[in-house]
């Protein structure tokens, strides 16, 4: 289950005669392909992704394996491909080829495109392949908001959402900030909905347009 170092191949004799023994270093990556595959993400982010011109590496693919990056070895972009390398490319559910075309710049690219117009249904179809794939109770829905501060004036921070002074959960009240609000399951702690608002919304201001989001996408009012 070590990934920090390549294959090693070894010498040996057995009753036909001497062999190599070779050994190959997956980690936990198997075990995270298969939830990733019963969620279907790789396919979810074929479909809302912009493709651009193509290569080795779709966007979703891409994206695939930096959630297996964050899930063990979480770090800077420029790391990746050093990190990728000891790893079985099979592990990943890559090529050789495939594998050899991680770096930052694929990454930030496919990073891009998740943050196009495009993309916005991503987490609407991965929240309700959640909900299908393990059955998860629905009845009851916690949200909770946060502040993300950010240092610096962003005068042009004009359209919605903007960055603004506001009630600051870091208590930094000089510093301007969004909120951001997200839904998840009581059942499983599985997250269901994400939004993100200007700085100086107040909770009370999003509780409307969120249960509405939430009623689309339980298609129902039955829940709290």
Not at 59 to 70: D, F, P, S, T, Y
Request: with cysteine; proline share 5%; charged share 20%.
């Amino acid at each position: 289950m070590d990934t920090s170092q390549g294959p090693i191949s070894s010498r040996c004799n057995t009753s036909s005669g001497p062999a190599t023994v070779r050994t190959h270093f997956l980690g936990p990556h198997p075990l995270i392909h298969y939830y990733l595959g019963r969620l279907n993400v790789e396919g979810i982010l074929r479909g809302q992704l912009p493709q651009g011109k193509g290569g080795i590496l779709t966007h979703g693919e891409a994206i695939c394996v930096l959630i297996h990056n964050i899930l063990t070895s979480p770090g800077p972009l420029y790391r990746l491909e050093n990190w990728a390398q000891p790893i079985e490319a099979e592990a990943l559910c890559l090529s050789e080829e495939q594998k050899e075309a991680v770096n930052d710049d694929r990454m930030a690219r496919a990073l891009d495109a998740l943050a196009s117009p495009r993309a916005r249904g991503i987490w609407f179809r991965l929240a309700l392949r959640a909900i299908k794939q393990w059955e998860l109770s629905t009845q009851r829905v916690h949200f909770d908001t946060t502040s993300v501060t950010f240092f610096g004036e962003y005068r042009n921070s004009v359209e919605e959402p903007r960055m603004a002074h506001g009630h600051n959960k870091d208590h930094r009240p000089d510093l301007k900030q969004l909120v951001f609000g997200l839904n998840i399951t009581s059942d499983g702690a599985a997250p269901l909905l994400h939004n993100v608002a200007s700085g100086n919304r107040t909770d009370d201001t999003l509780h409307r347009g969120n249960f509405d989001r939430l009623r689309k996408l339980l298609d129902g009012v039955d829940f709290i």
